[in-house]
């Protein structure tokens, strides 16, 4: 067994951060013999507790640039990324039938977690839509009735809810957040520090 | 002579991360048999034309986050680094000095901009002060007197006007900002993928 705490990992399913992120960090935490937990959170609700901003339009300079970046990243860290032609998506809906697996079977809901993230930044699927979303979960076999029920449980929006503020009070303000005892990174590209943290435990 | 096009690196004195890429984007260009064009900007113009922010205050869970990441940035890039006590500061002084210092000497104008970031961010210095910038320039050999007088002149004021309108022509909406062969590179931590652009010329 593993006595080194999880580290956590925030993200929205809409971030292309959280994505390149998403594909990286279970691998780097086991080479060093830690779990991570995945928690998707709304970054709406992030910006609008924080007072901050989405990072991307299309418009703007610094909008234009992040989307070149976006593809760039991915191709510095050999991750497939085809540009989404909705962008950004809100993923309520993903980010509920994420949680509601999890209960049933975690490695199911990170399977689930990477098919959305693949679905959206590679396939180009719009997993804003509860159908989407039903599809991606079925076809890593999932059962689409029980899932459609949860993604209307009250349960099910209080959790994702609970994780919304759980994240607010952990300092989240966008996505990728990981958090390794106690210490934040924000960004994909924090992940050369990230691994030298876990490799000497802090400097 | 070098056939390759000059790198341009557009920054602010007062960012943080434009510290740590002036500390380092003048070797890795040598490397690559490149020069760097530098062109110190004010992030307050920039920001206002771009509609853009400041990313980083005291109280904010980002801002925060940023001071804190300032310190393990430059710790992980081995760059000395004390987080001033005031921050941010205008930066107009130092920057119309070192225009007017570019155009006597490119190598002097370099030692003075080197200079100039460290005084801010290992020193605590107050950089905003004509009188702090004019005691940095006279440490390494400039004369107090002329460049006292350059500071008021015209022509250093409109320079500095220019640039900045050059960094918004150019897409610049923040500091750092390195442009190769018309490539934009935004952050200190995007100088990994900036050694693997010269080295390969694109990927």
Redesign the interface.
């Known amino acids: 067994m593993n006595d080194k705490a999880a580290i956590d990992f925030w993200f929205d399913f809409s971030s292309p951060y959280g994505y390149l992120m998403a594909e990286k960090i279970d691998a780097i935490a086991a080479k060093h013999g830690r779990q991570v937990k995945w928690h998707p959170v709304l970054l709406g609700v992030i910006f609008q507790a924080?007072?901050?901003?989405p990072p991307a339009d299309a418009v703007?300079?610094?909008g234009?640039?992040m989307l070149?970046?976006f593809a760039?990243?991915a191709?510095?860290m050999g991750i497939p990324y085809n540009p989404p032609s909705r962008f950004p998506l809100p993923t309520q809906n993903a980010a509920r039938a994420y949680y509601w697996l999890h209960g049933q079977d975690c490695a199911l809901a990170r399977r689930f977690a990477l098919a959305v993230y693949l679905g959206f930044f590679v396939d180009d699927l719009d997993i804003s839509s509860p159908e989407i979303v039903l599809e991606i979960a079925a076809k890593i076999g999932v059962d689409r009735n029980s899932l459609a029920t949860a993604l209307q449980s009250p349960e099910i929006k209080a959790r994702l809810k609970d994780e919304c503020d759980a994240a607010?009070k952990a300092?989240?303000?966008?996505s990728p957040h990981v958090i390794i005892d106690g210490e934040?990174f924000?960004?994909a590209?924090?992940l050369?520090?990230i691994e030298?943290w876990l490799e000497t435990g802090g400097?």
Request: aromatic share 14%; glycine share 14%.
């Open positions: 924080t007072g901050s901003r703007s300079s610094k234009k640039y070149h970046d760039r990243s191709r510095h607010l300092g989240v303000f966008g934040p924000f960004g590209d924090r050369p520090q030298r400097f």
